[in-house]
């Protein structure tokens, strides 16, 4: 089993930076992909970034320019660097992780909430004035 406990989370005003955390534990060994998803009130999860062991990325479009995801893959944390906030980024955030996928359509796999095994309990993030 692996826990995943996001952090960070909170009230920025538009224009703002947040940075968000996750810490993972448990049988880390068997983690190759991490990532962050977001679901906003009345609609679907969705992709925000993704990250390897080795540090290939994947972002979402609307985030693109504007967040960073990283790793310390060390110590067992994602992060996610956002700034120029904009009231549309509004949801909370989930930090997930799958069991060392390692699929030939890599971009498909990450983008897809479902090849995740973990997940966290998520992450309040408001944009607002």
């Known amino acids: 089993q692996v826990q995943l406990v996001e952090s960070g989370g909170g009230l920025v005003q538009p224009g703002g930076s947040l940075r968000l955390s996750c810490a993972a534990s448990g049988n880390i060994f068997s983690i190759n992909t991490m990532g962050w998803y977001r679901q906003a009130p009345g609609k679907q999860r969705e992709l925000v970034a993704t990250i390897t062991s080795g540090g290939r990325t994947k972002y979402a479009d609307s985030v693109k320019g504007r967040f960073t995801v990283s790793r310390d893959t060390a110590k067992s944390t994602l992060f996610l660097d956002m700034n120029a906030l904009k009231s549309d980024d509004t949801g909370v955030y989930y930090c997930?992780?799958?069991?060392?996928?390692?699929?030939?359509?890599?971009?498909?796999?990450?983008?897809?909430?479902?090849?995740?095994?973990?997940w966290g309990q998520g992450t309040q993030v408001t944009v607002s004035t």
């Open positions: 997930a992780a799958d069991r060392l996928g390692n699929p030939t359509r890599w971009e498909e796999y990450a983008g897809n909430p479902n090849s995740y095994n973990y």
